[in-house]
Structure formats: C-alpha cells, structure tokens
Nanobody, 122 residues
Framework: QVQLVESGGGLVQAGGSLRLSCSAR????????MGWFRQAPGKEREFVAG????????YYGDSVKGRFTISRDVGKNTVYLQMNSLKPDDTAVYYC???????????????WGQGTQVTVSS
C-alpha cells in the first residue's frame, strides 16, 4: 500500500505559478512511477504529467505541455509539479498517483492521493 499526500495547491492569478508536491509514505516508493491527474467540476479526470521511477521518462498531457514540469526527488520519495503560465482552465482538483508499472501512470494508476485544489482566477 502506497500512501500519497499532496500539498501546494491554492489560489493564483492567471499567468502565475504554483508548485505541487506529493510525498509517498512507503519505503519502496522510489520504485514506482508517479504522476498527476486533475479533475474540474463536471469534467472527467484528465492525465496531466507522469514520471518513471528512474526519472528517465516524463509524460505530459497535451493541454499542459510547455507550461508544466514534473520532477521527483527519489531520496525524499517526493514528486513535484511545477505549473507556470497558469490559465483559468487549469482550475481543478489535482491528484497525485503512483503505480509500479510506468505504462499505467498515464491511464489507470493503482494508488491515489486525496487531491489538492488549484484555482486560477482571471
């Protein structure tokens, strides 16, 4: 069982930046691929970004490419999502996710955090 705890959400103006963090509370979490999804009211959950356990591969959803950057600190069992040039359409609950298989981190990861709200005002 991998417990994921997100932090860093909040309210920001359009064009601003936020950095989300997700700490994995599991000794072997460094072996897991990790990622971020988001869900806006009335919309389906959307893949945002993912990173392999080795950090050799990163993945991004089309709507955030060039604006968001995912990274991880294996020693701290933490993954980060740096979000720049934020838009009102980025407003959503952001969820951290993890899976032992990298191929699943973009689709159906096994473990989920509770989510953190990001609100971008126009």
């Amino acid at each position: 069982q991998v417990q994921l705890v997100e932090s860093g959400g909040g309210l920001v103006q359009a064009g601003g930046s936020l950095r989300l963090s997700c700490s994995a509370r599991e000794r072997t979490a460094g072996a897991y691929a990790m990622g971020w999804f988001r869900q806006a009211p009335g919309k389906e959950r959307e893949f945002v970004a993912g990173i392999s356990w080795s950090r050799s591969a990163t993945y991004y959803g089309d709507s955030v490419k060039g604006r968001f950057t995912i990274s991880r600190d294996v020693g701290k069992n933490t993954v980060y999502l740096q979000m720049n040039s934020l838009k009102p359409d980025d407003t959503a609950v952001y969820y951290c996710a993890a899976d032992i298989q990298s191929i699943k981190i973009r689709t159906t990861p096994r473990y989920w955090g509770q989510g953190t709200q990001v609100t971008v005002s126009s």
